[in-house]
């Protein structure tokens, strides 16, 4: 029985499973609404609590959301101004100075977008002290619509976040719950993209508060029964959380509200413009990204929330912050530890480094040498033109299932007479249904020094929650031809791409394979029909 | 009225554009709540809970291209968040119980359409409400994707995905039915 025939059976049983609910619902005496039992809208209220965000819900290409702090009314707080943008355009800034063999991969820009209502905001609670030096306790909070969870790119990575051991029952609110660490990263959520960061070492308790959100609550310094015990008591208003201050630490308020994007640890936020420099595909190679956001001092001391480590330093003539934020996904086994750097650059305007295998002098010397760059020098450094003009280039675009675009480049890492080498990229470009870009989503570069000229060899990588997977690598450029053979018995015909050198006895290749595939053999076969050499590659679920 | 804005319609009756669209989507809410919840009553009281908001703030949906998408997309979702809570406050009783429940409602559906609902029901929660919407409505996947809010992309995704589990979980795969 082949799965046509399958889904036909389906498709029939489910016709007529429809047809005998709808006839049931015949004759129900159902009344309409009295309106005189209908409550108006509830006006916005002051919001004596609000999320806290764990988290670093960013975005790539989240829609750009303003910091928004609201006038709290507790303890004679002044109400906070909405931080301005105070920019006629944009502010790109680039780097004059980089460690040796560092070169731009990529610039982008999120345009300012109204305020993306999937996302809460980020708030940050604590005590007086919780953004000082010496920073004592504090919580963040946030939450997203449960019709997030649905999102294609989001799902798989809040999936992958790690499930820290503990009690699988775990229930708040009658609702399952659960304690996790990790990141989660997802493009394309409601017009844009975003990453949920939990740090390591911060217990982040996940829960289902009565109405249509998910709710995530983290702290550095909390343990997990005060957050289970404030997650109890925590209400939903207005899509945001609110705290029975009977809960919370004597003392506590909220100190900071972010957008999505907008908190430390994240890469980026909306409306920000960020380049990306890196020092090669190898591992070991160092990376570092300039953001340039909006927010305010709040915001870099918000660092306090998040990072571990945090120092004031100054810099460019301004009090910045200097921490480490670190944390890790089972999701391709992806490890990270940053040292990021925040500061106020001007009124309204938050530049935020972060740096990989780089040393903190290194950044700073590369803070001291941002320059503001025009706008056509921001787009010069587009992956595409970089990819161009860097010997590289781009080898293959489409879609995902005719939807999301991708594109696949290779890029030259050094070219001499004795070590050529190169890598792929994959890099996805996400398209809003209102015809704009947002941020590419890259795959880590793939090196190909293992792979040299004159063997067999044979690497692909799968590139899993995009909708159908992307089966990608190199073959030997012995083979005329490349079969993905899926574990469903399909067999799609990869495409096979010249790479920017032939010394390198290889050529890329990728294939989309069936979105239900667990498993693809990818076969290099040559001109005589003999097959040169194969590779099993496991499909991810999402 | 404050502000230069009317948010709701509180003491007069429904416009007759509200009372249209009630009557024209209020049998087929209900069955796509109770295709997701399993209970009728329970899907009653929550379409009904859903054109009460729907009224409340008419205003503003009324000017919605799709009313009948706003609705079903806070049935689909309420439905999945209350399913997961009975199904949640069940495990409990029947633990602090140690038995099963005394009543059982007798099955409103035959047998075997009954068990189809149930099966697309242990799906998850976005393949439960693709499949219910397109079966129950015949949608396209385009207008599934409107209703949920989702891309036309994730809605295949979960329709294929869906549809295979729920084949396997209803013993279609094999040679014979």
Same mark, same amino acid.
């Given at each position: 029985v082949n799965e046509a025939e399958i889904l036909s059976r389906l498709d029939e049983r489910g016709r007529r499973a429809a047809a005998s609910l709808r006839g049931a619902t015949v004759g129900?005496?159902?009344?309409?609404?009295?309106?005189?039992?209908?409550?108006?809208?509830?006006?916005?209220?002051?919001?004596?609590?609000?999320?806290?965000?764990?988290?670093?819900?960013?975005?790539?290409?989240?829609?750009?959301?303003?910091?928004?702090?609201?006038?709290?009314?507790?303890?004679?707080?002044?109400?906070?101004?909405?931080?301005?943008?105070?920019?006629?355009?944009?502010?790109?800034?680039?780097?004059?100075?980089? #460690?040796?063999?560092?070169?731009?991969?990529?610039?982008?820009?999120?345009?300012?977008?109204?305020?993306?209502?999937?996302?809460g905001p980020v708030v940050v609670w604590g005590g007086p002290d919780a953004m000082s030096s010496v920073a004592g306790p504090s919580m963040l909070a946030t939450t997203y619509l449960e019709e997030v969870r649905g999102k294609p790119w989001?799902?798989?990575?809040?999936?992958?976040?790690?499930?820290?051991?503990?009690?699988?029952?775990?229930?708040?609110?009658?609702?399952?719950a659960?304690?996790?660490?990790?990141v989660g990263r997802a493009p394309q959520v409601d017009r844009g993209s975003v990453?949920?960061?939990?740090?390591?070492?911060?217990?982040?308790?996940?829960?289902?508060?009565?109405?249509?959100?998910?709710?995530?609550?983290?702290?550095?310094?909390?343990?997990?029964?005060?957050?289970?015990?404030?997650?109890?008591?925590?209400?939903?208003?207005?899509?945001?959380?609110?705290?029975?201050?009977?809960?919370?630490?004597?003392?506590?308020?909220?100190?900071?509200?972010?957008?999505?994007?907008?908190?430390?640890?994240?890469?980026?936020?909306?409306?920000?413009?960020?380049v990306g420099y890196d020092g090669g595909a190898g591992a070991g190679a160092g990376s570092v990204t300039v953001h340039v956001g909006r927010g305010d001092h709040r915001r870099v001391d918000a660092l306090h929330a998040v990072a571990e480590e945090v120092q004031n330093i100054e810099v460019r003539g301004h009090e910045a912050s200097t921490g480490r934020v670190r944390w890790s996904s089972s999701f391709m086994d992806v490890r990270r530890d940053a040292l990021v750097l925040m500061w106020e650059e001007r009124p309204g305007v938050v530049v935020y480094l972060e740096g990989e295998r780089i040393e903190l002098d290194e950044l700073q010397r590369i803070a001291e040498g941002l320059v503001p760059i025009t706008d056509e020098e921001f787009a010069a450094l587009s992956p595409q033109a970089l990819s161009e003009s860097s010997g590289g280039r781009p080898l293959a675009s489409g879609t995902t299932d005719g939807s999301d675009p991708w594109w696949m480049f290779a890029r030259l890492e050094s070219l001499s007479d004795t070590?050529?080498?190169?890598s792929l990229r994959v890099?996805?470009?996400?398209?809003?249904?209102?015809?704009?870009?947002?941020?590419?989503?890259?795959?880590?570069?793939?090196?190909?020094?293992?792979?040299? #000229?004159?063997?067999?060899?044979?690497?692909?990588?799968?590139?899993?929650?995009?909708?159908s997977p992307i089966v990608f690598g190199v073959v030997p450029d012995g083979a005329v031809r490349v079969e993905a053979r899926s574990s469903d018995g399909s067999v799609t015909e990869a495409g096979l791409y010249d790479l920017p050198d032939d010394r390198l006895g290889v050529d890329a290749v990728m294939a989309e394979v069936p979105i239900s595939s667990t498993w693809v053999d990818v076969v290099a076969i040559d001109g005589n029909g003999s097959e040169i050499a194969t590779t099993r590659v496991e499909i991810p679920a999402s | 009225v404050q502000g230069g804005q009317v948010d709701v319609p509180t003491a007069s009756a429904p416009t007759p554009s509200y009372?249209?669209?009630?009557?024209?989507?209020?049998?087929?809410?209900?069955?796509?709540?109770?295709?997701?919840?399993?209970?009728?009553?329970?899907?009653?009281?929550?379409?009904?809970?859903?054109?009460?908001?729907?009224?409340?703030?008419?205003?503003?949906i009324s000017r919605?291209?799709?009313?009948?998408?706003?609705?079903?997309?806070?049935?689909?979702?309420?439905?999945?968040?209350?399913?997961?809570?009975?199904?949640?406050?069940?495990?409990?009783?029947?633990?602090?119980?140690?038995?099963?429940?005394?009543v059982v409602q007798a099955p409103a559906l035959p047998d075997e359409h009954e068990r189809f609902w149930r099966e697309v029901r242990a799906l998850t929660s976005r393949q439960a409400q693709c499949i219910a919407l397109h079966y129950l409505e015949d949608r396209p996947v385009g207008e599934i994707a409107d209703i949920l809010g989702i891309s036309a992309n994730t809605v295949k995704v979960h329709l294929h995905r869906g549809r295979l589990a729920l084949a396997d979980r209803l013993d279609l795969t094999g040679g014979e039915q």
């Open positions: 129900l005496d159902l009344m309409p609404p009295d309106p005189a039992f209908v409550r108006p809208p509830r006006r916005p209220v002051q919001r004596v609590v609000l999320v806290a965000a764990v988290i670093v819900v960013l975005g790539a290409g989240v829609a750009a959301v303003v910091t928004r702090v609201h006038d709290r009314g507790r303890d004679g707080d002044p109400p906070a101004d909405d931080p301005v943008d105070q920019n006629d355009g944009p502010l790109h800034l680039g780097a004059t100075w980089l #460690p040796d063999g560092f070169r731009p991969i990529f610039a982008v820009h999120d345009e300012f977008r109204e305020e993306n209502e999937a996302f989001l799902e798989p990575w809040l999936e992958m976040h790690r499930q820290v051991p503990g009690d699988p029952n775990l229930e708040v609110q009658g609702s399952p659960t304690f996790k660490s990790g990453s949920v960061l939990i740090a390591d070492g911060m217990n982040a308790l996940q829960f289902e508060p009565e109405g249509d959100r998910q709710a995530i609550i983290a702290s550095r310094r909390l343990d997990r029964k005060a957050l289970v015990r404030i997650a109890e008591a925590a209400r939903l208003v207005d899509g945001e959380l609110t705290f029975d201050p009977a809960t919370l630490p004597a003392g506590w308020s909220a100190l900071h509200e972010g957008a999505f994007g907008d908190m430390p640890g994240g890469w980026g936020g909306p409306g920000a413009s960020k070590a050529p080498d190169a890099a996805f470009e996400l398209e809003f249904e209102d015809g704009s870009g947002a941020l590419p989503s890259f795959h880590p570069a793939m090196p190909m020094s293992e792979v040299g #000229p004159g063997t067999a060899a044979i690497r692909v990588e799968v590139l899993a929650g995009y909708g | 009372a249209a669209f009630y009557a024209a989507n209020r049998l087929d809410v209900v069955a796509l709540a109770w295709s997701l919840l399993g209970d009728r009553s329970a899907a009653e009281e929550l379409a009904q809970d859903a054109f009460v908001e729907a009224l409340r703030v008419w205003d503003r919605y291209e799709r009313p009948d998408a706003w609705v079903r997309r806070v049935v689909a979702n309420r439905a999945v968040s209350r399913f997961r809570r009975r199904r949640s406050e069940s495990g409990a009783l029947t633990r602090l119980r140690a038995e099963r429940p005394r």
